[in-house]
Each structure stands twice: as structure tokens, then as C-alpha cells.
Nanobody
Framework: VQLQASGGGLVQAGGSVRLSCVAS????????IGWFRQAPGQEREGLAC????????YYRDSVEGRFTISRDNVNNTVYLQMNSLKPEDTAVYYC????????????????????WGKGTQVTVSS
């Protein structure tokens, strides 16, 4: 399966952005989809993941309540709505397909993903 993230850009602190991840070349609803980010000089971190049927999302503690993951299996798309953005949210954001592996229902993205898309840059100005 191929994945393409889009929707990034420049936003002011406190603003919102919605990222999209479009999948092709596979059976979309066979996969959980995760969102990740990597800031310069930092390790990649998992942010959120949604199961195959989209019944619920799992989040990293630091973004729960600000970010919302959702999916549209008809259009092979997963979204990440990001609100109340902070300068420290500046990073390249990626989506990936696989299995949502959580730890006590918290998502860290430390395993489970097999397919990765190219990222989209999000820059939050102060």
C-alpha cells in the first residue's frame, strides 16, 4: 500500500491544521493507520493511531485532547485534525499503515507499522 500525507503548511500558534493521508494500491480497511512526526534533531514519535474500522483512536498523552484522528474507508483517507497548535508541534508529519500497537491504550508508535508515506511539513509560528 502507498501512502501520501498532505495538508501541512505555516500556521500561527493557537491555530488549527487538518492533515490528510490518502492510501492507494492495497485494501485500505485491512490496515490501522498511524500518524507520526519528526522534528529536526529529534527522534520520530507516534502521535495517534486508528483501527481498521475507525471505531476509536489512540493517542500519545501529549496530544490527546488537541489532536483527533479519523478515517474515511470509502475514500481511503485518514485525517489528523490538530488544534491549539504550539511552536513545539513544528515537524514533518508522516502517516503509516499496519497495526495500532498501544500500551495501556496510549499510542507511542514504537511498533506495528509496515508501510510509510512521505511526510508533510507543519510549521507553527509564535
Amino acid at each position: 500500500v502507498q501512502l501520501q500525507a498532505s495538508g501541512g503548511g505555516l500556521v500561527q500558534a493557537g491555530g488549527s491544521v487538518r492533515l490528510s493521508c490518502v492510501a492507494s494500491g492495497g485494501t485500505f480497511d485491512n490496515y490501522g493507520i498511524g500518524w507520526f512526526r519528526q522534528a529536526p534533531g529529534q527522534e520520530r514519535e507516534g502521535l495517534a493511531c486508528i483501527g481498521r474500522e475507525g471505531r476509536r483512536g489512540y493517542y500519545r498523552d501529549s496530544v490527546e485532547g488537541r489532536f483527533t484522528i479519523s478515517r474515511d474507508n470509502v475514500n481511503n483517507t485518514v485525517y489528523l485534525q490538530m488544534n491549539s497548535l504550539k511552536p513545539e508541534d513544528t515537524a514533518v508529519y508522516y502517516c503509516a499503515a499496519g497495526v495500532c500497537v498501544t500500551h495501556s491504550s496510549v499510542y507511542y508508535g514504537d511498533s506495528g507499522m509496515n508501510y510509510w508515506g512521505k511526510g508533510t511539513q507543519v510549521t507553527v509560528s509564535s
